[in-house]
């Protein structure tokens, strides 16, 4: 009754015609955060907030899966909604872009504005990124935890990311998020040392050389480990450009640091794959009418892989937790539905970022 009763309440929902998107709020110049747009928006990251201080993904009130940002009918409807998200078991959650997005969001508004709420409203969802962390430095998907795949160190979808970032940014009092008292600085200093160490800690040797991260680590052990049925162990070639960019923004980086930053770069350097070319193409014989394939091209630029086997480095196209590695071998639903090779993730941090990253921190004469 509790899901049905959600749905329902989804359909309550409604996009405001003057509205922009989500993701597009995180992009206007400072001045639009005065404005009554930014403060309606901020006043529902307000009202949606639970009493833990993080946020539920996507569910409708700020930006549900179409990334809009919307209202709900009436008072009444708003009240419907948020008692159906307070029922919800684990109502808090990282994964896509949830919690530090929001609070990122309500610190601009405050900067912009002075206005009090929104400032206690970023420091409640502080208060929320530390209880989530584990002593062992990572965050989990959900928090209170869910069970299975959902209570691990989750890199995916920049989780754990996402989070330290958002902490680094406090810690180091990085206007508009200079808001933490003495005392709760001192904790966040803290936890973003434990996060610092967890990153470490879970980048994949192999055969004695460091590689990247896997998409969730196990919480105990920090070993790769299992996400959804399709996300196996595996070193990631999408995650993973964000975490070297996390630790290419430390200042006075450590020479674990530097060693992890290196070791990762030259794993992706070695795992691009040439002379290919992913496509779609019609077929009307197939739901949707398109369907994709890998064709030779030799002027094609490099592409990585989303998932690689750990210890052959072979690019995988999972089905049901079974492992391929041909995207042929895919049902066509599998195969058209996530982008398991043709991504360009890190060719801008090897290209530029990571060049200039070098030519900082290298020794001066």
């Not at 684990?90 to 929104?118: I, Q």
Request: charged share 25%.
């Amino acid at each position: 009754m509790l899901f049905i009763g959600f749905v329902t309440c989804l359909w309550l929902v409604t996009i405001s015609a003057s509205a922009i998107s989500w993701r597009d709020c995180a992009n206007q110049e400072e001045d639009w955060h005065k404005t009554a747009e930014a403060k309606r928006i901020g006043n529902n990251v307000l009202y949606f907030q639970s009493d833990l201080g993080g946020w539920y993904k996507n569910d409708g009130s700020i930006h549900p899966s179409g990334n809009a940002a919307i209202d709900v009918h009436s008072q009444e409807d708003r009240m419907k909604y948020k008692e159906s998200l307070a029922q919800l078991k684990y109502p808090c959650t990282l994964d896509n872009d949830a919690t530090w997005s929001e609070m990122r969001f309500l610190a601009k508004v405050h900067a912009a504005t002075g206005h009090r709420k929104y400032k206690d409203g970023f420091l409640k969802g502080l208060r929320y990124l530390l209880k989530a962390q584990y002593p062992n430095g990572g965050w989990p998907q959900f928090y209170p935890l869910r069970p299975g795949y959902s209570s691990r160190i989750t890199f995916n979808d920049g989780a754990m990311i996402g989070a330290i970032t958002l902490l680094d940014d406090v810690v180091h009092r990085r206007p508009p998020y200079d808001l933490a008292d003495d005392r709760l600085l001192r904790k966040c200093q803290a936890a973003v040392m434990r996060g610092r160490e967890c990153i470490l800690k879970c980048q994949i040797i192999v055969n004695g050389k460091k590689t990247t991260w896997c998409q969730q680590h196990d919480q105990r052990t920090l070993e790769p480990a299992q996400g959804r049925i399709s996300e196996n162990p595996s070193l990631s070639g999408a995650e993973s450009v964000g975490v070297i960019r996390y630790l290419m923004s430390i200042d006075s980086p450590s020479p674990e640091i530097m060693a992890a930053i290196a070791g990762a770069v030259k794993w992706f350097k070695k795992v691009k794959i040439t002379g290919i070319r992913v496509i779609n193409f019609e077929d009307k014989s197939l739901p949707g009418g398109v369907d994709r394939k890998i064709v030779v091209d030799p002027e094609a630029p490099p592409i990585w892989a989303r998932y690689y086997e750990i210890g052959s480095d072979r690019p995988m196209f999972i089905e049901k937790g079974v492992a391929k590695y041909k995207l042929s071998e895919l049902s066509h639903t599998k195969r058209i539905g996530h982008l398991w090779i043709g991504g360009r993730w890190p060719e801008n941090l090897l290209k530029v970022e990571y060049p200039a990253w070098v030519e900082k921190h290298q020794p001066k004469d």
